[in-house]
């Protein structure tokens, strides 16, 4: 491509408003994405929703086929993240704007304590809880333990890459301690950590307790309360108890293997469909033949 050519490419690229509900299907209100059907007056729906019409929901015709026009529209409009003002930057297609919304990490959590209305991304979280309500914060690497001090209220554990989790400690009588944990993350997508802590309350007890999969929140609920553990008193007020606890990361890579599977499924049910829609169209045409 030549650089006038690329010059005229980039003049055309403008901002401009509108509304965004024409990208929409009429008939499940979702973004239309490609592959994008019309039928023979123009009127377009997704490919999705092709399946449960037997004409078109605008004019009643009956014969629909693929539009690579409106595909190319669809495609070539980016819109920005809602949560730009949390600092994403990112511009998405109007058709991928719900899914990236979904797993952006810049996405608003909230402060959980009930007189307070904060809300922001993990970073500002984390840093508003230590200034403004002052929680104790510990900084850690995932695999390698380390050591907490049992007494009630909020602990905040920050790992090395910035991820940040909040381990709750309630006085439950006449007992103990119930211990809580959850990674703070603005979506509730599968969690990837796991947790196990190792304690003694007194002598002659060894305990381990493991949660497989530690929950995420935005906090949006409250402080956890869905204890994985209970810590017995020490008796006779000893000393304080400790938590040798490690987090881990070890269901990172099923994790990884679910979402590709998930993405190819994606695509083999795409050319799936594609093969149906042209196989519609050989069929329609026929038809129109005879």
């Known amino acids: 491509m030549s650089s006038k050519s690329m010059g005229n490419s980039a003049d055309k690229k403008q901002g401009i408003t509108m509304g965004m509900d024409v990208l929409d299907c009429p008939v499940c209100l979702e973004p239309l994405k490609p592959p994008i059907l019309q039928c023979s007056v123009g009127h ?13 929901p605008v004019c009643s015709r009956t014969s629909f086929e693929r539009c690579f026009g409106m595909e190319r529209v669809v495609e070539s409009i980016l819109v920005p993240c809602s949560y730009a003002v949390y600092g994403c930057t990112e511009k998405v297609t ?10 952006c990490s810049h996405g608003p959590c909230s402060c959980p304590d009930s007189g307070c209305s904060f809300a922001g991304p993990v970073a500002m979280l984390w840093k508003h809880f230590t200034t403004q309500h002052k929680w104790p914060s510990t900084a850690f690497e995932y695999y390698t333990p ?4 049992v007494k009630p209220g909020v602990h905040l554990l920050r790992a090395n890459n910035g991820q940040l989790f909040v381990m709750n400690m309630v006085l439950v009588e006449p007992v103990g301690h119930g211990v809580s944990l959850v990674c703070v993350q603005p979506n509730t997508s599968v969690s990837s950590f796991g947790c196990n802590v190792i304690f003694s309350s007194f002598t002659g007890h ?18 956890p309360k869905d204890y994985f553990c209970i810590v017995p008193k020490a008796p006779g007020g000893g000393a304080a108890v400790l938590l040798r606890t490690t987090i881990d990361t070890e269901l990172v890579d099923e994790v ?5 599977e998930d993405e ?12 149906e829609l042209e196989d519609e169209d050989d069929e329609s045409d026929d038809e ?3």
Do not use: M, P, W
Not at 48 to 54: A, N, P, V
Not at 94 to 103: D, I, L, V
Not at 146 to 149: A, V
């Open 146 to 149: 380390f050591d907490l001090k």
């Open 288 to 290: 129109e033949e005879n």
């Open 44 to 56: 377009f729906i997704c490919s999705s929703c092709r399946g449960k019409l037997k004409k078109c």
């Open 256 to 260: 990884d293997k679910k979402q590709e």
């Open 264 to 275: 190819e499924e994606e695509l083999e049910e795409d050319d799936d469909e594609e093969e």
């Open 94 to 103: 109007y058709f991928n704007k719900k899914s990236h919304e979904q797993a």
């Open 206 to 223: 060894h305990q381990i307790s493991t949660l497989d999969s530690v929950r995420c929140s935005s906090l949006s609920d409250g402080l």
